[in-house]
C-alpha cells in the first residue's frame, strides 16, 4: 500500500513537473513578432494607423505576460495564456497589414482623381483667362494671374512626382493646393468678365 501511495506521488510530482516547466512559445512568438513588423514595411503607419496600434498593443500585452511567468519560480510557469496572446498579436499584425494595402490603393485612387480634376481645372481656368477681356490697366493683373497659374502648374508636377514615388497623400494635398491656387485665378477672371458685362 505505501509503495502504491509513493507511486502516486511520483506521477502526480512529474506531472507538476512537467506543466511547471514549460518554456516559452518561440515559434508563436516569433510569428507575431513577424506579423508585426511585416504590418509596419506595409505601412501601416501611414495607411492603418489605428489596425497597428492595435497590432501593437497586443504585442506590448504578449511581453506582459512573458515578463510576468519569467518572474515565477520555474515550477509555477505556465505559457498557455502567452500562446493565446501571441495569436492574438499574429492576427491583429496580418490585418494591420491587409488595412495598410487597402488604405494605400485609395490613398493612391484619390490622389490620381484629385490630380486629374486639378488638371482639368487649371486648363479650363487658362482658357478662361486667354478669353479675359482686356483693356486699360488690365494688363498687370492679367500677368499676375498667368504666373499664378505657372507656379499651381509646377505645384500640379510635384503632385505627379510624388504619386509616381507612392507618396500617395503628399501627391493629393500638393493637387489640393494647386487647385486652391487656380479657383482663385478663376474667381478673378469669372469676376472681372462680369464686371465688363455689366457695364456694356
Known sequence: ?????????????????????????EAEIQSAKAAVESARKANA???????????????????????VQEEKFALFRSYKEAS???????????????????GKEQAKNEAAAAIA???TLLAETQALLDSAPTGKGTAADIAAMKLDLTAAESTLMEADSAQSSERYKEAKSRAAAAESSIQQVKAAVEA?????????
Do not use: N, W
Not at 4 to 15: D, F, H
Not at 47 to 63: G, H, I, K, T, V
Not at 192 to 200: E, L, T
Open 1 to 25: 500500500m505505501r509503495r502504491l501511495v509513493s507511486g502516486a506521488v511520483v506521477v502526480v510530482a512529474m506531472a507538476f513537473l512537467a506543466t511547471g516547466c514549460s518554456k516559452p512559445p
Open 45 to 67: 503607419a501611414e495607411y492603418a494607423s489605428a489596425s497597428l496600434r492595435q497590432a501593437e498593443d497586443a504585442m506590448s500585452a504578449l511581453d506582459t505576460e512573458l515578463q
Open 84 to 102: 493565446a496572446k501571441a495569436a492574438a498579436v499574429s492576427a491583429a499584425g496580418k490585418k494591420a497589414a491587409s488595412d495598410a494595402a487597402a
Open 117 to 119: 480634376s486639378t488638371r
Open 192 to 200: 472681372a468678365i462680369a464686371a465688363r458685362s455689366g457695364r456694356r
